[in-house]
């Protein structure tokens, strides 16, 4: 549905060709002769030669972009909306794992439509920033953190663990976490 609708013919038939996504922009839909940027460029020269032709065609590209603007606008909103909708699905799950986990007690236990268990997961924790920091910096791992507050980048941090190498004020503990399968 579009908010403005115009049936001047020239302009419905470039805008059909935007409504079938812009070649340009999503490169799985490259069209029939493979060229995304050709088509797209077809397509900008189309408008412009329609923005030539007179009053009314104008009237028609600008009716069609406030429809555009409105629909990104409602898209915008929707996005919004399931982004919320998902966090509150999210905490209901995790409200939910936690009940599972306390029934089960810490064993893989058989649910009947799944199996709950639990799996092993690691985790960085750093109880002295600067501690590590400071040795890191010392010892030539300047990827492993950055300025200027210094934050410890875990994921660098646990390569080095996994190497031996010991890291002032950095540990990492090891936990079970709760899975439906």
Same mark, same amino acid.
């Given at each position: ?81 399931? $982004? ?61 953190? $950055? ?11 646990? $390569? ?22």
């Amino acid at each position: 549905m579009r908010l403005y609708e115009d049936t001047a013919p020239e302009v419905l038939n470039v805008t059909d060709l935007l409504d079938q996504e812009m070649p340009a922009e999503n490169p799985e839909n490259k069209g029939e002769t493979g060229d995304g940027e050709a088509e797209a460029q077809d397509i900008r020269r189309q408008l412009r030669l329609l923005a030539l032709s007179g009053d009314a065609a104008r009237t028609g590209l600008a009716k069609v972009a406030l429809g555009t603007r409105a629909a990104i606008s409602a898209l915008k909103e929707e996005e919004a909306r399931l $982004h919320r909708r998902r966090k509150i699905m999210e905490n209901k799950l995790g409200i939910i794992m936690e009940v599972l986990d306390q029934y089960c007690g810490g064993e893989t236990t058989d649910l009947g439509v799944a199996t709950l268990y639990y799996r092993k997961n690691t985790r960085i924790e750093v109880s002295d920033v600067y501690a590590a920091a400071a040795w890191l910096l010392e010892n030539g791992y300047t990827d492993c953190f $950055h300025q200027p507050d210094p934050e410890i980048r875990r994921t660098q941090v646990g $390569h080095l663990l996994d190497e031996g190498i010991q890291v002032p004020g950095v540990e990492r503990i090891t936990g079970k976490s709760c899975c439906l399968r």
